[in-house]
T-cell receptor
Framework: GAVVSQHPSWVICKSGTSVKIECRSL??????MFWYRQFPKQSLMLMAT?????????EQGVEKDKFLINHASLTLSTLTVTSAHPEDSSFYIC?????????????FGPGTRLTVL | AQKITQTQPGMFVQEKEAVTLDCTYD???????LFWYKQPSSGEMIFLIY??????QNATEGRYSLNFQKARKSANLVISASQLGDSAMYFC???????????FGAGTILRVKS
């Protein structure tokens, strides 16, 4: 199937710093990518839909100034957690759709575990 | 109201036996899609099976089948001949209409015993 990568796979940072997470579609072009957040033993919650060349669409309750999303190319979307705090510690997962391969399936990245000290 | 309900927080199954993981959904759309994903302890999300609302036959993918009961709004996952490697968290998800978004249920932790 289509491959989505994330970098880094884990990151530890100090409170107040910003962290950038990359999501790449390796063998397909993704006009739309999705960012999810998952707390331990909980479900995935959609944070935002990232559209190439336009502004991201954020879900209700997600601070757009806190979680900056950029989708500058058809293979790369980035999530920047600005001024991170311990409550931002979570597992962040991105996904993408390859409409040329499958209308239905979303291909997920391996996730990034963020720990804010 | 929750769109996807998974009522089983955890399940145990004996190796080589079949297991059913429950999922009910709530939508007023006529067109929607239902998905099952597996998440092992490594965290990756592995797509298992898809059922479209207009599909008349239950979806099957190898040892996975989806018991789709539209009138009851249920989309249970059946895993046949369980293997130790099936131990993981399982999520049911729904896409409404022709939109992009997936809504996930709370998940069911499955443990396969040898």
């Amino acid at each position: 199937g289509a491959v989505v990568s994330q970098h880094p796979s884990w990151v530890i940072c100090k409170s107040g710093t910003s962290v950038k997470i990359e999501c790449r579609s390796l063998d397909f072009q993704a006009t739309t990518m999705f960012w999810y957040r998952q707390f331990p033993k909980q479900s995935l919650m959609l944070m935002a839909t990232s559209n190439e060349g336009s502004k991201a669409t954020y879900e209700q309750g997600v601070e757009k100034d806190k979680f900056l999303i950029n989708h500058a190319s058809l293979t790369l979307s980035t999530l920047t957690v600005t001024s991170a705090h311990p409550e931002d510690s979570s597992f962040y997962i991105c996904s993408a759709r390859d409409l040329a391969r499958s209308y239905n399936e979303q291909f997920f990245g391996p996730g990034t575990r963020l720990t804010v000290l | 109201a929750q769109k996807i309900t998974q009522t089983q927080p955890g399940m145990f199954v004996q190796e080589k036996e079949a297991v059913t993981l429950d999922c009910t959904y709530d939508t007023s759309d006529q067109s929607y899609g239902l998905f099952w994903y597996k998440q092992p302890s490594s965290g990756e999300m592995i797509f298992l099976i898809y059922q479209g609302s207009y599909d008349e036959q239950n979806a099957t993918e190898g040892r996975y089948s989806l018991n789709f009961q539209k009138a009851r709004k249920s989309a249970n996952l059946v895993i046949s001949a369980s293997q130790l490697g099936d131990s993981a968290m399982y999520f049911c998800a729904m896409r409404e209409g022709y939109g992009n978004k997936l809504v996930f249920g709370a998940g069911t932790i499955l443990r396969v015993k040898s």
